[in-house]
T-cell receptor
Framework: GQNIDQPTEMTATEGAIVQINCTYQ??????LFWYQQHAGEAPTFLSY????GLEEKGRFSSFLSRSKGYSYLLLKELQMKDSASYLC???????????FGKGTTLSVSS | GAGVSQTPSNKVTEKGKYVELRCDPI?????LYWYRQSLGQGPEFLIY????????DSGLPNDRFFAVRPEGSVSTLKIQRTERGDSAVYLC???????????????FGPGTRLLVL
């Protein structure tokens, strides 16, 4: 089966750095996605990792370790607008859809 | 259009009624997905279309749920004899090629918020 775990909630202050972890169990592996979802809005794509290592994209970076079944999303120089839910997802075994974690709600305060 | 659109944005209905939810994917996207999202949860897969055919409907919870995509673009999710437990946000997504192609990004619509009273 497939399972994804991520913390339910995190808090941080403006300007800080936060790391959101995700562990997964899959039958086969075809990459890992991170999406951002503001309250009441659609999920929007942040990153995709298929090889081990860190991929940096502006203030956001995503890391993958396939041997450990582990990924994290690193957000630097936090801004209030980064308050949102962050969803970790992997393709299902059939490759027909994404399996999402429950999401981590990040609250950024001033 | 520029992105995935869904109508209506909100739908309130009574238990036992029939509802239809519409999704307009990004032009040229052959893959279309329906998900359902309850409060505090991630999106949960319902059905996947490649072109006009439902390539994977294993996520549909029961036979009250049905979806079509007759011309390979617009899709309609149909729910018969709605129940209070069907209340959720129904999200539609599309991608240029299927997820199995590797790394293919899914673009989500704003969702339809369904409330069954």
């Amino acid at each position: 089966g497939q399972n994804i775990d991520q913390p339910t909630e995190m808090t941080a202050t403006e300007g800080a750095i936060v790391q959101i972890n995700c562990t997964y169990q899959t039958s086969g592996f075809n990459g890992l996605f991170w999406y951002q979802q503001h309250a009441g809005e659609a999920p929007t794509f942040l990153s995709y990792n298929v090889l081990d290592g860190l991929e940096e994209k502006g203030r956001f970076s995503s890391f993958l370790s396939r041997s450990k079944g582990y990924s994290y999303l690193l957000l630097k120089e936090l801004q209030m607008k980064d308050s949102a839910s962050y969803l970790c997802a992997v393709p299902n075994q059939a490759g027909t859809a994404l399996i999402f974690g429950k999401g981590t709600t990040l609250s950024v305060s001033s | 259009g520029a992105g995935v659109s869904q109508t209506p944005s909100n739908k309130v209905t009574e238990k036992g009624k029939y509802v239809e939810l519409r999704c307009d994917p990004i032009s040229g996207h052959t893959a279309l997905y329906w998900y359902r999202q309850s409060l505090g949860q991630g999106p949960e897969f319902l059905i996947y279309f490649q072109g006009t055919g439902a390539a994977d409907d294993s996520g549909l919870p029961n036979d009250r749920f049905f979806a079509v995509r007759p011309e390979g673009s617009v899709s309609t999710l149909k729910i018969q004899r709605t129940e209070r437990g069907d209340s959720a946000v129904y999200l539609c997504a599309s991608s240029l090629t299927p997820v199995r192609a590797g790394g293919e990004t899914q673009y989500f619509g704003p969702g339809t918020r369904l409330l069954v009273l």
